[in-house]
């Protein structure tokens, strides 16, 4: 059996001694793509910030690729990213913004990158790429953050809520964009949504949180 790609074993994180996650065991498999459905205050987004190693654990342990996050680099924490609901785009053009994570790697070949990551979420280069960041709608921020993702080809990528201010056509477009990612690069996939229905359409399992707890797999 191979090891899966990351292990809840007894995780309990609380704010103020309340308890807002409380998971026994779970295990999220290489190249799955796996959604988060509940109710507002459920946990979900407290379990995205654990798996993207922006908190630690209070109690029990957290491990990715086999082994406790506690005892990882910097350089694994590079490969799992987060896409938060509200991103935060520099104060520069699509093309900066979208190039900047490739330039910091020393990647080559900058500008079909990003024509293709932009191609990728739905937004026609010809008329993206030279936009500043203030010329953007919600939705369209929101995908150029996701393109600023997927072009890094991450190990793992965790979303929360991409598609909360996307019409139909443009979700649909970003669950495309999620099995591509899989498919092409071996991406594994962590979704938090309220539109259930998107959700288990582009998810192999969907988790069901309520008070912090798994209350379903599906
Ligand atoms: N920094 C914090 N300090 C105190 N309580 C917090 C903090 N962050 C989250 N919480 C609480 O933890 C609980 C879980 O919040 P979380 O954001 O994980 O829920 P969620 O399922 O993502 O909700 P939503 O669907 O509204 O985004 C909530 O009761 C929330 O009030």
Redesign the pocket.
Known sequence: MTTPLITLDHIH?A??G?T??NIESLAIESGSIIG?A????????????LLAFLDSPNQGTLSFMGSPTSTKPGAVHRQVTLLV?EPYLLKRTVHANIAYGLKVRGKSDISTKVHNALIEVGLAPDLFMARQWYELSGGEAQRVALAARLVLKPKVLLM??PTASLDTQSAERIRKAALQARANNGTSLVI?S?DLKWLEEVSDKTIH?AD?YITAIK
Do not use: C
């Not at 509940?38 to 910030?49: A, D, I, M």
């Open positions: 994180q704010y103020s309340r807002v996650l988060l509940g109710p507002n205050g459920s946990g979900k987004s407290t379990l995205l910030r609901q929360d809520e938090a309220h949180l912090g």
